[in-house]
Protein backbone atom coordinates (compact mmCIF):
# COMPACT_ATOMS: atom_id res chain seq x y z
CA UNK A 1 0.00 0.00 0.00
CA UNK A 2 1.95 3.56 -1.25
CA UNK A 3 2.53 5.46 1.97
CA UNK A 4 -0.60 7.79 1.72
CA UNK A 5 -2.89 5.17 1.28
CA UNK A 6 -5.33 3.97 2.92
CA UNK A 7 -7.39 0.83 3.61
CA UNK A 8 -10.54 0.62 1.13
CA UNK A 9 -13.04 -2.32 0.25
CA UNK A 10 -12.82 -3.51 -2.87
CA UNK A 11 -15.42 -5.38 -5.30
CA UNK A 12 -13.90 -7.11 -7.81
CA UNK A 13 -15.81 -8.50 -11.15
CA UNK A 14 -13.91 -11.51 -12.40
CA UNK A 15 -11.46 -11.84 -9.95
CA UNK A 16 -10.97 -15.69 -10.06
CA UNK A 17 -9.37 -16.36 -13.08
CA UNK A 18 -6.69 -13.99 -14.91
CA UNK A 19 -5.85 -10.20 -14.80
CA UNK A 20 -8.70 -9.65 -12.43
CA UNK A 21 -7.58 -12.17 -9.90
CA UNK A 22 -4.14 -11.00 -9.89
CA UNK A 23 -5.87 -7.36 -9.37
CA UNK A 24 -7.70 -9.05 -6.27
CA UNK A 25 -4.41 -10.03 -5.07
CA UNK A 26 -2.70 -7.31 -4.82
CA UNK A 27 -4.99 -5.71 -3.81
CA UNK A 28 -4.74 -7.61 -0.74
CA UNK A 29 -1.60 -7.85 -0.18
CA UNK A 30 -1.64 -4.33 0.43
CA UNK A 31 -3.98 -4.75 3.63
CA UNK A 32 -7.16 -3.37 1.24
CA UNK A 33 -10.26 -5.47 1.83
CA UNK A 34 -11.53 -7.62 -1.13
CA UNK A 35 -14.83 -8.81 -2.44
CA UNK A 36 -14.59 -11.19 -5.41
CA UNK A 37 -18.28 -10.74 -6.92
CA UNK A 38 -18.80 -14.32 -8.76
CA UNK A 39 -22.11 -13.50 -9.64
CA UNK A 40 -23.20 -12.73 -13.50
CA UNK A 41 -22.52 -9.01 -13.58
CA UNK A 42 -25.96 -8.48 -15.45
CA UNK A 43 -27.13 -9.62 -11.93
CA UNK A 44 -25.18 -7.05 -9.95
CA UNK A 45 -27.59 -5.12 -7.63
CA UNK A 46 -27.12 -2.40 -5.19
CA UNK A 47 -27.03 -4.90 -1.88
CA UNK A 48 -23.43 -6.16 -3.88
CA UNK A 49 -22.20 -2.55 -3.61
CA UNK A 50 -22.89 -2.09 0.09
CA UNK A 51 -19.85 -0.74 1.90
CA UNK A 52 -17.54 -0.86 -1.22
CA UNK A 53 -15.20 2.40 -2.09
CA UNK A 54 -14.46 0.50 -5.64
CA UNK A 55 -15.36 -1.65 -8.03
CA UNK A 56 -13.39 -2.88 -10.38
CA UNK A 57 -14.70 -4.11 -13.89
CA UNK A 58 -12.20 -7.13 -14.96
CA UNK A 59 -15.35 -9.26 -16.56
CA UNK A 60 -14.15 -11.28 -19.81
CA UNK A 61 -16.58 -12.46 -21.68
CA UNK A 62 -16.57 -15.65 -23.33
CA UNK A 63 -15.24 -15.86 -26.72
CA UNK A 64 -18.22 -15.13 -29.55
CA UNK A 65 -19.63 -12.93 -26.86
CA UNK A 66 -17.57 -10.12 -27.09
CA UNK A 67 -20.81 -7.88 -27.38
CA UNK A 68 -22.19 -8.72 -23.94
CA UNK A 69 -19.40 -6.58 -22.48
CA UNK A 70 -21.34 -3.45 -23.64
CA UNK A 71 -24.60 -4.73 -21.86
CA UNK A 72 -22.38 -5.24 -18.93
CA UNK A 73 -20.94 -1.77 -18.96
CA UNK A 74 -24.37 -0.39 -19.62
CA UNK A 75 -25.30 -1.74 -16.43
CA UNK A 76 -22.48 -0.82 -13.93
CA UNK A 77 -22.96 2.77 -15.34
CA UNK A 78 -26.00 2.66 -14.27
CA UNK A 79 -25.95 1.12 -11.40
CA UNK A 80 -22.84 3.49 -9.95
CA UNK A 81 -24.22 6.80 -11.65
CA UNK A 82 -24.88 9.21 -8.37
CA UNK A 83 -22.99 6.95 -5.90
CA UNK A 84 -19.82 7.46 -4.03
CA UNK A 85 -17.97 4.45 -5.60
CA UNK A 86 -15.42 4.67 -7.98
CA UNK A 87 -15.48 2.37 -11.10
CA UNK A 88 -12.44 0.92 -12.45
CA UNK A 89 -12.53 -0.98 -15.58
CA UNK A 90 -9.62 -3.05 -17.17
CA UNK A 91 -10.20 -2.37 -20.41
CA UNK A 92 -8.58 -3.04 -24.02
CA UNK A 93 -6.04 -1.25 -25.78
CA UNK A 94 -7.93 -1.44 -29.22
CA UNK A 95 -9.23 2.08 -28.75
CA UNK A 96 -5.86 3.97 -28.02
CA UNK A 97 -4.80 5.75 -30.96
CA UNK A 98 -2.26 3.90 -32.92
CA UNK A 99 0.21 6.76 -33.04
CA UNK A 100 0.68 10.32 -32.04
CA UNK A 101 -1.18 11.03 -35.53
CA UNK A 102 -4.28 10.43 -33.54
CA UNK A 103 -6.35 9.57 -37.10
CA UNK A 104 -6.76 6.02 -36.55
CA UNK A 105 -7.21 3.51 -33.48
CA UNK A 106 -5.40 0.45 -32.70
CA UNK A 107 -7.88 -1.98 -33.57
CA UNK A 108 -8.71 0.28 -36.93
CA UNK A 109 -5.41 0.10 -38.43
CA UNK A 110 -3.68 -2.47 -36.38
CA UNK A 111 -6.22 -5.48 -35.81
CA UNK A 112 -6.83 -8.54 -37.98
CA UNK A 113 -10.79 -9.70 -38.06
CA UNK A 114 -11.66 -11.81 -35.18
CA UNK A 115 -12.50 -12.36 -31.09
CA UNK A 116 -10.12 -9.59 -30.51
CA UNK A 117 -10.71 -7.23 -32.85
CA UNK A 118 -14.86 -7.68 -32.03
CA UNK A 119 -13.82 -7.55 -28.18
CA UNK A 120 -11.83 -3.92 -28.73
CA UNK A 121 -14.82 -3.10 -30.72
CA UNK A 122 -17.25 -3.46 -28.31
CA UNK A 123 -14.93 -1.59 -25.42
CA UNK A 124 -15.03 1.27 -27.52
CA UNK A 125 -18.58 1.58 -27.36
CA UNK A 126 -18.66 1.41 -23.45
CA UNK A 127 -15.73 3.66 -23.03
CA UNK A 128 -17.56 5.97 -25.12
CA UNK A 129 -21.18 5.33 -22.97
CA UNK A 130 -18.46 6.81 -19.78
CA UNK A 131 -17.20 9.78 -21.33
CA UNK A 132 -20.64 10.67 -21.95
CA UNK A 133 -22.12 9.77 -17.94
CA UNK A 134 -22.80 12.44 -15.87
CA UNK A 135 -22.35 11.70 -12.25
CA UNK A 136 -20.33 8.39 -12.41
CA UNK A 137 -16.53 8.39 -10.98
CA UNK A 138 -14.61 6.34 -13.35
CA UNK A 139 -11.22 5.11 -14.64
CA UNK A 140 -10.84 3.40 -17.68
CA UNK A 141 -6.87 1.49 -17.65
CA UNK A 142 -5.77 0.67 -21.11
CA UNK A 143 -3.13 -2.44 -21.08
CA UNK A 144 -0.13 -2.17 -23.65
CA UNK A 145 -0.80 -4.42 -26.98
CA UNK A 146 1.04 -6.95 -25.26
CA UNK A 147 0.32 -8.63 -22.09
CA UNK A 148 2.39 -11.18 -20.84
CA UNK A 149 0.43 -13.83 -19.14
CA UNK A 150 2.39 -14.79 -15.86
CA UNK A 151 5.04 -12.28 -16.01
CA UNK A 152 6.73 -11.13 -13.76
CA UNK A 153 5.81 -8.40 -10.72
CA UNK A 154 8.62 -6.12 -10.67
CA UNK A 155 6.51 -3.06 -9.79
CA UNK A 156 7.85 -0.74 -12.45
CA UNK A 157 5.74 1.08 -15.77
CA UNK A 158 5.59 3.75 -17.60
CA UNK A 159 2.16 5.62 -17.75
CA UNK A 160 1.14 7.55 -20.99
CA UNK A 161 -2.52 9.00 -22.17
CA UNK A 162 -4.64 7.32 -25.03
CA UNK A 163 -1.80 6.58 -27.51
CA UNK A 164 -0.37 3.23 -27.83
CA UNK A 165 2.54 3.38 -25.42
CA UNK A 166 5.75 1.71 -27.20
CA UNK A 167 9.44 1.16 -25.52
CA UNK A 168 12.77 2.22 -27.78
CA UNK A 169 12.06 -0.74 -29.81
CA UNK A 170 8.31 -0.12 -30.57
CA UNK A 171 6.99 -2.70 -28.67
CA UNK A 172 4.78 -1.97 -26.09
CA UNK A 173 4.50 -4.59 -23.62
CA UNK A 174 4.00 -5.40 -19.81
CA UNK A 175 3.26 -8.51 -17.62
CA UNK A 176 0.04 -9.08 -16.43
CA UNK A 177 1.39 -8.50 -12.92
CA UNK A 178 2.73 -4.95 -13.52
CA UNK A 179 -0.77 -4.09 -15.13
CA UNK A 180 -2.19 -5.73 -12.02
CA UNK A 181 -0.29 -3.32 -9.75
CA UNK A 182 -0.84 0.00 -12.38
CA UNK A 183 -4.45 -0.64 -11.51
CA UNK A 184 -4.58 -0.65 -7.71
CA UNK A 185 -1.75 1.67 -7.49
CA UNK A 186 -5.19 4.30 -9.24
CA UNK A 187 -7.35 2.38 -7.12
CA UNK A 188 -5.06 4.04 -3.96
CA UNK A 189 -4.41 7.41 -6.04
CA UNK A 190 -7.06 8.75 -7.72
CA UNK A 191 -4.94 9.85 -10.26
CA UNK A 192 -7.22 9.24 -13.83
CA UNK A 193 -10.30 10.13 -12.48
CA UNK A 194 -12.63 10.59 -15.43
CA UNK A 195 -10.50 9.38 -18.37
CA UNK A 196 -8.34 6.48 -20.39
CA UNK A 197 -4.33 6.03 -19.56
CA UNK A 198 -3.01 3.28 -20.19
CA UNK A 199 0.75 1.91 -19.25
CA UNK A 200 3.80 -0.02 -20.26
CA UNK A 201 7.25 -1.01 -19.77
Do not use: K
Not at 50 to 78: C, K, M, T
Not at 129 to 151: F, N
Amino acid sequence: MQDNATPMRIGVIGATTGIGALIAAEARQRGHDVCDIRRNPMEIDYGDLDGLDVLVNAHQAQVGRERDHLEVDRHLISLLTGTSVRLLVAGSPGHLYADESRTATYWQSRMARGPLRDLARSLERAYFLYQISLDLRWTYLAPPVELVSQGERTGRYRTGGDVVLTDEHGRSRLSDADYAVALVDEIETDAHSGRLYTVAA
